[in-house]
């Protein structure tokens, strides 16, 4: 779980480290207000992205204890 938080927090970073780059597109996004929307559904993709491995992840998980507790009986 502190893994996930930390490898978020990297991307943040990361994700404002690029868009600190000046170029056309930003600028344009910028101007007529547009950056916000945008930002906004890329971290909605990836926080939907995050969840659906964390989910896969502890399904996973209890199958594994599931198939592990079928073998010892």
């Known amino acids: ?8 927090i990297i991307y943040i970073i990361q994700t404002t ?14 101007s007529s207000g547009k950056i916000n929307v945008v930002v906004a559904v890329l971290s909605m993709i ?7 491995l964390f989910r896969q992840e502890r399904r996973i998980s209890k199958l594994e204890k599931e ?7």
Not at 2 to 8: A, D, Q
């Open 67 to 73: 198939l592990e507790n079928q073998k010892k009986s």
């Open 17 to 30: 480290n690029v868009m600190a780059q000046n170029n056309f597109m930003d600028d344009t996004f910028r």
């Open 1 to 8: 779980m502190n893994k996930l938080f930390l490898i978020i």
């Open 46 to 52: 990836f926080a939907g992205i995050a969840f659906f």
